[in-house]
């Protein structure tokens, strides 16, 4: 359990540390990325992996796992679960922290740390903070989702793991692309997907085990 606990810690520790230390850069990494620097066919593939982070793309990939893949239904659906709730703790979490997408501001020429950032719980200057989508940039939330698909997959296909990885990096590239996410956004995003998929799994497991036990006895 605590070895258990230490490697999920890690990675998680390691990316909310990153999203801090890289608030300074926020803006000139934004302004970078939109500045078209990436050749054709690259910018393609960043465009292509939002699937993995969109609902749409998640629900072909778990309809496809429960049909070829019979054996592990029960990881699968952990594993819808495990995303559905990483995309919902990062909503929770944008409905109280407001921060303006880069997209939605005029400028990015800074390197103050505290860009795009504004008062907290947005939701209290009325019902247009419920809905104000250019104020729901921290975390990413389909970087939060990709980042629990990998999560899941991976405790089930570990031989897969760095492909998820892979995937799921390339997905938090593309919202930085996109203009709709800052690095630290993304950073802070994966951190919660990491959380939440892992936290599904585990208590999946752990109730898979307690009910053959009861059986057993």
Known sequence: M????????????????????????????????????????LEKILDLAETFAHGIGIGAIIITLVLIDPTHRRATLLTALGTGFSGIMANVIKLNVARFRPKSMETLQTQDWTIGWQAPFPWLQGWEGWIDRSLQSFPSGHTATAAALATCLSQTYPKARWWFAILATLAGLQRIESGAHFPSDVLAGAAVGIACGSLTMRLGKRKKRSSSQGHAT
């Open 2 to 41: 605590k070895s258990y606990r230490h490697s999920i810690a890690v990675p998680i520790g390691l990316l909310l540390i990153a999203a801090v230390l890289v608030l300074p850069w926020d803006a000139k990494i934004s302004e970078w990325f939109h500045q078209d620097k990436f050749p054709g066919d």
